[in-house]
């Protein structure tokens, strides 16, 4: 199958009635709009077979988290192209790292339409975890010179994008421990294909790949790292507890909960209310209105008393009289 098919079925996975190039049209403009959003994205990072699924399958299964439903984007995986690029990675790296990353580009335009929503939006390794392999690519010598500009400027392009998302974790686990989740899920090539030193060195590219988004993004690149060291793949209750609650303190430093920004609108709005009480009050003539005029504290009064004024009190303003 050749590389543009693969893009054009990459594209073509979005699964709406709607023609695919207007729905990322539509996504792309909701991101550039820079709309509002209560809602919030939680990008998780790891290596093979770290647990990234696991944790993002409970909190789907709990409905919400933080106040919010809750909706996670897996990982895009092309098993037939996979294969392909694990039984003869320098062939492939280049087009297979490239498809990957535009689907990235788009699963994090499809995170942020979904906040925009109101949801909590979980992503299933993000852009940063993608420059860790491409990083490994280079290294390997996988990625012609040429081949990983192209790959840096298209990063570094789409990265500065309103994309970012809110909480980054970093699912910290072992080599050993990843190996044997890796083992367990035995899927095909992996088992022969992810080996000890290929996952070290991945670490490595990760904490690289980390740095390099720092420098680019500086605070807006909210990564926390995050023991994930369970001996089981199936985590236990006690284990799911401790993860979940370390994830609600990390993004109580962050984003507020849905109840404190109910009660900071109502809070807001009520002031508003006071407000505007205090300017009806305010009487409107010729020799008092210079002083009053300090005592409007929003746009919506001012217009609303000039409404009442005359020409001549107007003028007075005006010219400072």
């Not at 959003?37 to 990234?52: C, D, M, N, R």
Request: hydrophobic share 35%.
């Amino acid at each position: 199958m050749a590389t543009s098919d693969l893009i054009i079925n990459l594209r073509g996975s979005v699964g709406e009635d709607k023609p695919t190039s207007d729905l990322i049209i539509n996504l792309e403009g909701l991101v550039r709009e820079g709309k509002p959003t209560s809602g919030l994205i939680i990008t998780l990072e790891g290596l093979v077979g770290a647990g990234k699924t696991t944790i993002g399958t409970e909190l789907q299964n709990r409905k919400t988290f933080w106040g919010r439903p809750v909706k996670f984007l897996v990982e895009y995986e092309n098993h037939p192209f996979l294969q392909l690029y694990l039984k003869d990675r320098k062939r492939y790296a280049f087009p297979f790292q490239m498809v990957i990353l535009m689907s990235r580009f788009n699963t994090h335009r499809e995170a942020r339409f979904w906040a925009n929503q109101g949801y909590c939006v979980v992503i299933d390794r993000g852009l940063a975890g993608d420059m860790a392999f491409a990083l490994l690519q280079k290294q390997d010598g996988c990625f012609t010179d040429e081949e990983w500009d192209i790959y840096l400027q298209t990063f570094e392009k789409h990265i500065k994008e309103p994309l970012i998302s809110d909480l980054i974790l970093y699912l910290d686990c072992s080599v050993e421990i990843s190996l044997e989740r890796i083992s367990k899920r035995n899927r095909p090539g992996e088992v022969s294909s992810y080996t000890r030193k290929y996952l070290e060195d991945l670490r490595d590219c990760h904490l690289k790949a980390f740095d390099h988004c720092k420098k680019l993004l500086g605070d807006k690149f909210p990564l926390t790292f995050f023991d994930w060291n369970a001996n089981s793949l199936n985590l236990s209750g006690e284990f799911k507890r401790s993860s979940l609650s370390f994830l609600e303190q990390q993004l109580s430093k962050l984003i507020p909960s849905v109840e404190k920004e109910t009660q900071e609108a109502e809070e807001t709005q009520a002031e508003e209310r006071v407000e505007e009480k205090k300017t009806k009050d305010i009487p409107i003539s010729s020799n008092n209105y210079s002083k009053n005029i300090s005592k409007f504290r929003n746009f919506k009064a001012l217009t609303t008393s000039l409404t009442h004024a005359s020409m001549t009190d107007f003028k007075i303003i005006v010219e400072g009289k």
